[in-house]
C-alpha cells in the first residue's frame, strides 16, 4: 500500500519498477523487493481478493452497480448487502472496515460492501455500449471459478439482483443499455459533483494575479513552475528529504500535480506554502550552481516571489484551501475505488 500510494503521488512511469521503488524512502524501500518478489506478491494477492468477492457475492441479496471513468480507463464497482455474516465471512468487519470497502450499519449488521471488480483502458473513445458490455463482462468475470468456468448459479443471482446503478451524468445512456443483461436495474442515481471541475477552473480565471501565481507555483510547463523545479532539484531532495526521514515521514520526491485531480493539485501547494524557508535555502544555492539553466529558473523564482511580489506566498496558501475545498465536493461524486 506504501509503495501504490508513493507511485500514484508521482508522475512517474508505471511501467518503471525502479522509479515506483526509488519512490519510497529508507525501511519502506527495503521492503518493496525485487520485481519478481512484487509480481509474485500481487499475484497472490490478487486472487485473494477475488475469493473473498465470490464469498461476499454468494452472500449478498441484492446488488448496486457503479463506475466511473478517466480518458478512456473505465472502472467497475459492485455494491452489495449482507444481513448475515457466515463463519467464511467472520473475518470481514475488522478487514473490511480498515481497508475501506465495509459499512456496519448496526451492531448486528446489515454490511454495505463494495468491491471494485474491473477496470479497462479502451482504445478509443468510450461509448455507451462498450461501457454496458465492460459490465456484463466485469460481472462474468467475478463470478468465475479459480478453474475459469463460470459458476452459473452465481452468475444468474447477481444479475437477477442487481436493482440500483450510481455514477456521474457522463453516463446517463449506460444503465438503460445494461437492462439486457441486468433486467431488474430499475434504480438509477447520479452525482453531479464532477461539475466542481469547471466551476474550479473558472474561479481562478477572473483575477490576473492569482492566475499567475497558480502558473508559478503548480500549472506551468514552460519554463517549469516550482513544483516541478523542486521535484528536480537535488539541493532541496538532499535537505529537506533527509529532514523528512529523520522526522519518521516518507518523503514524496516528486511534488508533480494530476490536472484532472484537484486533491493532488492541493497537495503541492500546501507543501510549497509549509516549507517556503527550504525552498528559498535551496532556491539560493541553484542560483549559486554551476547548472546555468537552473541559475536563472532559481533566480527568477525568488524575484517572483520575493519583494514586491511576495504577496503570492499569502495567495499559494490560499488556493491549497481553495483547492482542498473544491475536492471535497468533487470527491463526492468520485467512488473510492
Not at 485473494?48 to 452497480?65: D, P
Not at 475501506?100 to 450499519?105: N, S
Request: with cysteine.
Amino acid at each position: 500500500m506504501v509503495a501504490a500510494r508513493a507511485l500514484l503521488e508521482t508522475t512517474s512511469s508505471f511501467q518503471s519498477f525502479d522509479v515506483w521503488r526509488d519512490a519510497l524512502l529508507g525501511d519502506e524501500r527495503a521492503a518493496v523487493g525485487s520485481s519478481f518478489q512484487c509480481r509474485q506478491m500481487v499475484s497472490t494477492m490478487a486472487l485473494n481478493e477475488k475469493q473473498v468477492t465470490q464469498k461476499i457475492l454468494k452472500a449478498g441479496v441484492v446488488f448496486r452497480l457503479s463506475a466511473d471513468g478517466l480518458d478512456r480507463t473505465y472502472q467497475v464497482e459492485l455494491g452489495t448487502v449482507l444481513w448475515t455474516l457466515t463463519k467464511s465471512l467472520d473475518f470481514l468487519p475488522s478487514y473490511g472496515e480498515k481497508a475501506g470497502w465495509l459499512e456496519q450499519l448496526g451492531p448486528k449488521g446489515p454490511w454495505i460492501v463494495e468491491r471494485l471488480i474491473g477496470m479497462r483502458e479502451f482504445p478509443h473513445a468510450m461509448d455507451c455500449d462498450g461501457k454496458a458490455t465492460m459490465l456484463e463482462d466485469c460481472v462474468r468475470r467475478a463470478c468465475q471459478t479459480e478453474g475459469g468456468e463460470v459458476d452459473v448459479g452465481l452468475h444468474k443471482h447477481v444479475r437477477e439482483e442487481t436493482r440500483a446503478w450510481c455514477s456521474d451524468g457522463a453516463d446517463l445512456g449506460v444503465p438503460l443499455a445494461a437492462t439486457a443483461a441486468f433486467p431488474s436495474l430499475n434504480f438509477h442515481a447520479w452525482d453531479e459533483a464532477h461539475s466542481a471541475q469547471a466551476l474550479l477552473g473558472k474561479s481562478v480565471a477572473g483575477d490576473a494575479e492569482i492566475a499567475t501565481t497558480d502558473s508559478l507555483l503548480v500549472t506551468r510547463k514552460k519554463p517549469p513552475s516550482l513544483a516541478k523545479f523542486l521535484s528536480t532539484s537535488t539541493v532541496f531532495r538532499n535537505t529537506f528529504g533527509s529532514q523528512q526521514v529523520d522526522d519518521g515521514l516518507a518523503f514524496v520526491k516528486n511534488f508533480g500535480w494530476a490536472p484532472q485531480r484537484f486533491n493532488s493539485r492541493a497537495r503541492p501547494l500546501a507543501r510549497e506554502s509549509k516549507r517556503w524557508d527550504g525552498i528559498f535555502k535551496a532556491l539560493g544555492e541553484e542560483s549559486q550552481g554551476s547548472d546555468r539553466d537552473r541559475r536563472i529558473l532559481a533566480e527568477g523564482f525568488m524575484d517572483d516571489l520575493g519583494g514586491i511580489n511576495s504577496s503570492r506566498l499569502l495567495l499559494g496558501g490560499m488556493l491549497a484551501d481553495l483547492y482542498a475545498e473544491h475536492y471535497s465536493w468533487l470527491a463526492t461524486g468520485d467512488r473510492p475505488f
